[in-house]
């Protein structure tokens, strides 16, 4: 179970990642105005890694075989 | 055009200027950021409710990782959005109009139209939230295959018209004073 719920959080990481990816690609890529790309990207990469990094210590404090005990 | 001297798009002529740079009209975005709002509230509340709810253990780790997961849904979600509405983008320069049609994250579409090609453009403000915040939909008839070119719920479409029905009336006098050169060159020649 442990596993399973281990490998499930790394899935769903990695596709938050990958959108976050994305995201950086299309206004780095697509931006017609470098000013207005250069705000959104000091807005989107700092507050996405703090969330990401929050989250990754948030799940690895949880007691997951606690959580399944009944 | 001073304005968007720092803006540059891709496929762009040298010497082609930028005349107006057009986006749907900040209803529509407000109108997706409404799910946004609602999660935010769901997100706050959430914090309140699930305690009394559940028992969490003590440090609370189940409950501030579940809000930071959907904390983490709701960012990507805000800036889904914005590209979707940031980079569908009508470029209008002093040679054509470009349409970049941008949907989602992984769709893609870019057009042009010569304003010599335009044959007709009529203007649709349909509803009562259009009506007072004028804004609605620029149709553009071609002379070509491709039918029509679409503004979609741009803001004031009256005044847009009007530019593109000049920019038209300039490309096709400028049309007709190079036909007329080519035509009598022959002549002036001998």
Not at chain 2, 86 to 94: A, H, N, P
Request: proline share 2%.
């Amino acid at each position: 179970m442990y596993v399973l719920i281990n490998l499930l959080y790394l899935v769903i990481l990695f596709s938050f990642c990958l959108v976050s990816v994305f995201i950086v690609y299309h206004i780095v890529k697509y931006s017609i105005n470098k000013k207005a790309s250069r705000i959104m990207l000091f807005v989107f990469i700092p507050t996405i890694i703090f969330l990401i990094i929050l989250n990754i210590s948030l799940f690895t404090s949880i007691d997951v075989e606690d959580l399944f005990r009944f | 055009m001073k304005k968007f001297r720092n803006f540059h798009f891709h496929g762009q002529y040298s010497g082609e200027k930028i005349i107006k740079i057009v986006r749907r009209h900040w209803f529509n975005i407000f109108q997706q950021y409404i799910v946004v709002i609602a999660m935010l509230f769901l997100l706050f509340i959430s914090l309140q409710i699930l305690p009394n709810i559940f028992s969490f253990s003590e440090n609370g780790a189940e409950l501030f990782f579940a809000e930071s997961f959907f904390a983490i849904v709701i960012w990507l979600y805000i800036f889904i959005i914005w590209i979707d509405f940031y980079f569908d983008v009508w470029i209008i320069t002093t040679n054509r109009i470009v349409n970049i049609e941008q949907k989602a994250l992984f769709m893609r579409h870019i057009s042009e139209l010569k304003f010599s090609k335009i044959q007709d453009v009529s203007i649709e403000v349909d509803g009562f939230i259009p009506t007072i915040l004028n804004y609605g939909d620029v149709h553009i008839q071609t002379a070509g295959t491709r039918g029509r070119f679409l503004f979609h719920k741009v803001p004031n479409p009256y005044r847009l018209k009007s530019l593109i029905m000049n920019m038209q009336s300039k490309a096709i006098k400028k049309e007709q004073r190079e036909n007329r050169r080519k035509l009598h060159a022959p002549f002036t020649q001998n």
